[in-house]
């Protein structure tokens, strides 16, 4: 996910913080479960905190509350503004607010930033309590099916009896239908998007050579690296690669087609370093992300979505979807290359030759992966009208 | 271009040196051109080196020579083999040959290591006369049109008097068809695959991270380093990721999927380093890639192909191949994500529009960028018969 595309209010963020259509002024809260949690892959951790944010009121029926996941370079805070002079908002605050398509006068909105992250959950930058020292690689092995199980512990610590709806893209879209899989009965809606069954080996490719990058890097000193530093080096290149898996082909040549900068050495003769518009991009984007990201969290969470594949331990997609209770909703766009509609489609398809009312919409943006954050009124008007959609959880039961 | 994709005689290679179809045991030789070279930057140098291998034999006329431009990590050695214990023959060596698509009993093949490159020719690797040192990144900023100029020398010298037909594959393509502008009266055939008239903001994209893989890497010294040392992570980093543009979707999720190697901890919990083979496969080419590439070539040639934009100092594409009297024959690949389809039409579509005899073909494979390399008999055919048909160039006189 991109850290650039959130979408600030048209008329200026300052005057906007408090308008309608804002949650306007956020603060992050702290989960603190105290007991032993137990990985996937078997290692425990004493206790775990998982930072979250919610928005809007959970009502007395405690049912109206929507659980929204992150992708993998994202966080807790989804909507609204921390402080007043914040450059951006939330990441998905286009959508999520009073009145607009997750709406916060109806639905009680929970984020949580994932286990195995940086910025406030418990991960491999935490404190390991047995040696006081941070975790660091001795991080478990994290599995989304261990993200949904952390955030489930969330919600019933909230009060939470049902998910009115999940939701979520990229990661957040795997880690949605996770949820549907682990907790059938708690979760009415799922709205996946911009997501796989499983990761591809184009994109575990991706992902290792960032990994790669990371722990090339003589600063990554096997993931025991001050908080402040590490490999700063590998992981900016880490992020620039991936960043360009986020975009289309078009969508680039659009924003920056050959455009160049004006860096030249003395002679006018263009400089090797930096030309293009697309490459200072590329490079503000990776050194901007090195100032809010944990290069170990970066490997914990891409090996999580590497080993991601729902049908794992089954003997088909089909089989894996089969417990399913929620109405589905997967939203594949058309310009993502990397988890390209096909993908999409196939969640879809597994749901639907098992019975579930599941459905699938295929947007034309040609924006790529990253099309799931940006403004679109018919996404909008797909998401508003799939959370106010009637659903009878019995129709399901198995 | 992927080093490991050359194919080999299935009968297996010790045998068929030899073998009908094979060019055998073929020796480079080095052109020496002892007069400066300027350069389109305007930058001297006072002669330079080209590594070229013939196969087939200049005809009375000398009107049979085929030149065949390589890609960006590709070299001289596109057909044959430098001695019997080799494990892989030439990169192009499944179309070139006697009897071969590319027939040497026809034609009198020559192929050329590009300027700026490491496998021979002058490049950042080589000495500068003037300071007894490398050149480094002091060596000149090259373009493609320095590229065919310094073949152009080559040519001379082999006493060549028009080229029966250039032909390449990516770079190649674009050296192709930029030669029969440079020089249109010399080019009878241009046959160009898998290429495109500009670099897109998506490819420069890719080269930039590359190129910041190479240069953060502590041991590149701004370029300054040993001929045994340099920044071999950052070139593998490099090369990593280049390769998977190199390829397509399908074919690693059919070669690899997500089929795992053995790796793993004491305790049988999946390693953080490399659990998918797609991972080992790609740190593979990683490091063989190190033992032969120079990186600041890497540097210099990616800076090549980015700068290339054919159109550039013209009003439009179709002004840039204006002056253009081969016949040109264009092939896209399907699955080509680098260099798509709709880049090669582009061409073929911008000659036509000139009046010019241009083609185009587009080939179903599904091998990704690198498919204008891989066994496709269809591809042959195309060659074949493209090669073998008549042309009046004074058809095309402007």
Redesign the interface.
């Known amino acids: 996910m991109t850290d650039e595309v959130a979408v600030e209010p048209k008329s200026g963020k300052s005057s906007n913080h408090l308008a309608p259509g804002d949650v306007g002024i956020v603060v992050p809260h702290d989960f603190v479960y105290s007991h032993p949690f137990a990985f996937k892959?078997?290692?425990i951790i004493p206790g775990f905190t998982l930072r979250y944010e919610t928005y809007g009121a959970l009502n007395a029926t405690r049912d109206n509350a929507i659980l929204i996941c992150h992708a993998l370079s994202g966080d807790h805070h989804c909507a609204g503004w921390h402080k007043a002079e914040d450059r951006k908002p939330g990441w998905w605050n286009n959508i999520v607010g009073p009145g607009k398509a997750v709406d916060t006068n109806k639905f009680f909105v929970v984020c949580a930033n994932v286990i195995g992250g940086c910025q406030g959950s418990t991960g491999p930058a935490s404190i390991d309590p047995s040696t006081q020292k941070a975790y660091g690689?001795h991080f478990p092995?994290v599995t989304i099916a261990d993200v949904v199980r952390s955030q489930k512990l969330l919600l019933e610590h909230l009060g939470v009896s049902e998910l009115h709806a999940i939701m979520g893209g990229s990661m957040g879209g795997m880690t949605a239908v996770q949820f549907s899989i682990e907790f059938p009965a708690f979760v009415k809606r799922v709205l996946a998007m911009a997501t796989t069954a499983?990761?591809?080996?184009?994109a575990?490719?991706?992902n290792?050579?960032g990994?790669?990058?990371i722990?090339?890097d003589?600063a990554w000193n096997q993931g025991d690296y001050p908080r402040d530093g590490g490999p700063r080096?590998g992981l900016?290149?880490a992020r620039?690669?991936a960043h360009?898996t986020y975009?289309?082909?078009t969508s680039?040549?659009r924003?920056?087609?050959?455009r160049r900068t004006t860096l030249q050495n003395q002679?006018g003769?263009?400089a090797?370093?930096a030309?293009?518009e697309?490459?200072s991009y590329?490079?503000h984007q990776?050194q901007s992300f090195i100032n809010r990201f944990d290069a170990n969290s970066y490997?914990t969470i891409t090996?999580a979505l590497?080993?991601f594949?729902l049908a794992q331990g089954y003997t088909s997609l089909e089989k894996a979807v089969a417990c399913v209770q929620s109405e589905c909703l997967i939203v594949g766009f058309e310009s993502d290359?990397l988890f390209?509609p096909e993908q999409n489609r196939e969640i879809a398809l597994a749901l639907l030759k098992c019975g579930k009312r599941a459905s699938y919409a295929e947007l034309a943006t040609d924006l790529g992966h990253d099309s799931f954050l940006l403004e679109s009124e018919e996404l909008y008007a797909i998401v508003r009208s799939f959370l106010g959609r009637k659903t009878n959880a019995t129709d399901f039961a198995i």
């Open positions: 892959s078997g290692q690689i092995f499983r990761e591809s080996a184009q575990i490719a991706f290792e050579v990994r790669q990058a722990m090339q003589p080096v900016a290149i620039m690669m360009i975009l289309s082909d680039m040549d924003k920056f087609g050959r002679e003769v263009p090797l370093d030309p293009f697309v490459e590329l490079k990776g490997l090996r590497d080993n594949d290359w390209p």
